[in-house]
């Protein structure tokens, strides 16, 4: 069983916004970190953005900043990734991740994973 399953991908007209949905399946995930992660075709999976489970001290990486907002709904345990002013480099694979560790922004230090929702944005 598959223990985050992301949603919320699809097709947009860049300028345009999605937000994406991950949430928890069978397990919780209290006192971890959770990560979204964006890996465009041919490219390494790249950090973008992280929240602790209880909902607090977002923090993004510098290339999103202004543009995209993590946040969690507590009573859903779900973590959301709040994107807008979309461009065709935002185009990739989104995946959302855990880590029992401190804060990371290095896939390798991130245990679970979802299988990834695909976002592209049309030019």
């Known amino acids: 069983q598959v223990p985050l399953v992301e949603s919320g991908g699809g097709l947009v007209q860049a300028g345009g916004s999605l937000r994406l949905s991950c949430a928890a399946s069978g397990r919780t995930f209290y006192g971890y970190t959770m990560g979204w992660f964006s890996q465009a075709p041919g490219k390494d999976r790249e950090f973008v953005a992280s929240?602790?489970?209880?909902?607090?001290?977002?923090y993004y990486a510098d290339s999103v900043k202004g543009r995209i907002t993590i946040s969690k709904d507590n009573a859903k345990a779900t973590v959301y990734l709040q994107m807008s002013s979309l461009n065709a480099e935002d185009t990739a694979t989104y995946y959302c991740?855990?880590?029992?560790?401190?804060?990371?922004?290095?896939?390798?230090?991130?245990?679970?994973w979802g299988k990834g929702t695909q976002v592209t944005v049309a030019s």
């Open positions: 929240i602790l489970w209880t909902g607090s001290s977002p």
């Open positions: 991740a855990a880590t029992g560790g401190s804060r990371s922004i290095n896939c390798i230090d991130y245990e679970y």
